[in-house]
């Protein structure tokens, strides 16, 4: 952390930044320019409290030096993860999916498919997504049992209903499931019939769902929150991995941005970034990332020959009659001829 | 809802998307151009599920028909949200806060200052704020306990202990009391301190939360999410609303932009925008909007010259040394110095 | 600039840079923290060039040390301009702008209003509107005779005529005349006209315009470019100042955001922001800003609070059958009824 | 185009918006539904002007309708550009660039690789670049001889210098050069040493300079606008072909996001959205879009896996002592290992 002093800074607010360091014992590192003084703090990143605090840069320390007088600015210079951060940890993690179909590994040489409907519909619908996407390829089935709704007079899914279709298609295809769960109160139900565990991208930040599937200890399919830096997306992963469970998958949904004719952007430079600076497997949701059926394709075959992991699509025997989001599903027969092509590209970027 | 045709789109295009309305009882507007046709849809919006979205626009519907063949894009000429809307309610909302030192009432001619600290941090600390956010004129205090964190090792509050000290500060002060809820399980603890339940920018769609806040009957400050529309916002409000709670009170707080001089920018023009859209009263927090103590004051009066009902404003007796946000806060005499510069805007706008 | 080198930087990395440092007689300031080194250059903002570049930071210097191994990142510290700056020059500039009915003062106690059409349409069009503008206290005439259009199929002006018609309404009314210059050609043409020079949103960074404006000595106005941060927009102004011409006005107009129902959003904490950061009046385009006539005067009213040194405003005789931007212009007596009370909320600023 | 009429308009708000229609020779289509009246106007899109614009959308025809009594918003219907539109020539365009080593075809089957150094800054320099360039594939040399620089005293290119040692790299390599043109009077100086002339993103939306290229028939390279929406771009398109020019050649080089980490995000969804809305030839600028040099490559590969027709990449044979932008600059090493990569992703898509 920086601390950067006005020009106008006087010897006392100088004095007065040294005086708070010396509270929490860190130590600063001063240099005297002659336009301005800087004050570098190079101590480890640590967690608030009073006895942990000490001789370690807190969350909130950058907020509370910002404020003091004399001080133009804080810079910070600390990634404040270190759980999903590689410099801690530099090999890849593998998160390994165990399922009827034999286990799952995300992260790995081979970039895997997750394909099904966006929400769970009935058996029909969800048993002839699902064995489409088991034929093409795919190795986890998607599909929501609950489903956020912006307005509060839309469609919020069969609850439990629909984790028994899920479960009925697990059983008979053998593809592992993933499915979204919105609160803690059901992490214990979803988690019983899921094999990953969905975070929806609305979600990102709700701390004590993060907290709850983090002591679940299943793997997680954690979204970016659709205005989330990455920065928060990582620091979101570090929730998960505090609470002991390394299996984080982090999935690229599209930002909000200025640009209207597609329902969100696909940050494509997110995904060879991410894979820098952290350790965990990243997949990408092109269905989600465009709003829009006819850019799926060219967006999925993007994001493999960008290095992602995996891919999270939706796919519907009938878009047309689809409850949600049947502009953005795939045809089946569409989501067949996608499978050869994106292990072309796999293959010409030395991926499986 | 308007069915923009392709340009090139079939006869048997069209039949396809009159077959579907036909299914769902709705009536269509056929308009054809010489360079296309335009299919309008004037029912009412409805809800999702079999019975009732017969003859009414639902949710879904759009998404729906986006995906049909031959269709260009989907417009939308409704508005998703009913009982927010000052076209279904052109009376502006009271919100009536019950207090020790007498009804605080929101939405009417006086603005309405909440004051206090970004968080709870001990009862001298909440005390000084409190006495001197009284002393200034606030009727409203706001303070955190429990506090949303970016980082899982950063200060998340005192808990059911803050509470507490809130419950003391109202019994001495006569405030009224605005907190923070974060999950569904904890607003029952929540309500029973304070005076107005506060929805967070991170949890703004957080729907089982917005649900159990409508259930609680009890006056809600709903911040806007930092990157959701003003739509979105309303909607949000929709939720609480549509479980029969009419105390809703808009926030806004400021949305993420580009620019990065500042923590966030404050959307002014969403503050006469949603007077127009809405019934409901709206507020503004400077602080979180700006993130600068030095740009509070201006843009506060800003915000009561735009027509803002109320204002929430972080204060503290000692910024230098807050645990959380304390470049955004306001010293004692700050806030003191600001209170009779609000009310000579106030009184040049026409209002108290 | 402060270079903060990775984790795992080696000794040739670190030597690297001060390396580089060295051929350009700079001094670095070396922190060796336990997790990493950063390195601290203090010197003073310098231009490109060989020669005068030497000891100083050059404004390629940052990017070009951020590619050296083992650097992880760069960090500006000095801001990158100076005549702008209020730290170099703390005394509020004034800018003189001659007109026939007196000189007219912006960045003084007075609050300025400059009212007029989008566009220059007509004489009856552009006289109404003058005439109204003087009557309600403005002592600035806008108007457009060259115009952007974003489409090649759009109005673009009457030219030379509109300029034409400017110069008679500023004789029979004694407003002063601001209207947009497109391109360094026409510079000296609508010097000849106007008393202001606009720089329109679109061009904020259209240098070679920026430099002859500079050398023309006229007022600038200078428009925030919708996607350019303040930084951005305050070096376009120093473009201006360091070709010698002092009279730059800068123009707050609205930023483009994610949120649709607003035509931009007005950056409201731009303007105190803005006055802290320089020593340049700012005004603030209330019409531009939202898009819509409905919100325009409660806009305009919080800009003055907030502490704008002026209002830029579009009026229209009859805006119904305006050629351009007839949904954000006022009528005739919504303009004149927003006067008295802008005049209340200045005073209640403390200003006129 | 359609016009929504509010809820509570009245019988004389819809005439009033008619009578405004038959003046302009428009066919109103009129909606009357239980809630509100929609009317549709689907006559073709047209130019200003008192003649040509009877029986036509002008573009400023929205704006009017929705400044009216009554009119809560318009919708446009229509695409407000034609020539850069597949509606209206569903064939791709193929650019043809002639060059000493042989025509370059862009639009074709194959994937066109142009390369070379961000700034021209020596001989030495840019004959390095550009043999390199060369013997890894590239067909097209890049550099800047006139460069737009935020500061005003940042480095501005060597000029009509640069533009000599163009034409001799061009001379010795046999690759056809692309460089920036910024303002109007220099078209023709530039055209005389480019093959491509390159409008830089800050001059997106400079219509003086756009008409100008366009008169000049030469091949032109339009970036997009760092905050230009979609639309927007292909409607700077528009202004060139509406000059009689076919040549241009959209390159898509990252947009300005709330994201902090890069220097712009890459809208990959636009590369495979603008192939269907137009037929003009689309490239990608992985170097401008992220700002890296360890993302260079994935993005370039994600680029060509989405379906662009070629790259423009930033190669230097001494990055760390660029003048410009080495931190996003590729090593030659780095781009030859690039292009055997790039081919393999290039057949995996079916391209050459």
Redesign the interface.
Known sequence: M?V?MR??ASAADIE?VLA?LRERALTP?I??????T?I?I????????VASALGSI???LG??L????GVEQV?E??K??KLASR?FHPEATLVHVPSPGGEVVIGASEVVMMAGPCTVESEEQLMAAAHAARAGGATVLRGGAYK?????????GLGAAGLKLLALARQQTGLAVVTEV????EVELVAEYADILQIGA??M????LLDEVGRSGKPVLLKRG??A????WL?AA??IL?QGNPNVILCER?????????RN?????????VK?LSHLPVVVDPSQ??G????VA??A???????ADGLIVEIHPH???????????LHLAQYAELMP?MR??A???GRE
Chains 1, 2, 3, 4 share one sequence.
Do not use: C, W
Not at 265 to 273: Q, S
Not at 292 to 295: F, G, M, T
């Open positions: 920086i950067v020009r106008d007065g708070r590192h240099s005297a320019g002659a336009e301005r800087i570098g190079l101590g480890p990143v640590g967690a608030s409290g807190t969350p909130e907020a509370m910002e404020g003091l007088d810079l210079v600390s404040p993860y410099e956020p709704s912006t307005s509060p007079y839309g469609f919020r919105m609160t803690p109160a609305r979600n930040q709700n701390y004590y659709f205005s830096t990455i920065e928060e620091l570090e929730y505090a599209g930002i909000r941005t200025f640009e209207r004719m597609t952007t696909v940050d494509i430079n997110a995904v060879p970034l820098q990332g465009t829009k059926r006819s850019l060219s967006v075959l993007a994001a493999v020959a960008a290095g878009p047309d009659a689809a409850v949600k989001d049947g502009a953005q599903s092509r072309a590209v293959a010409a970027v």
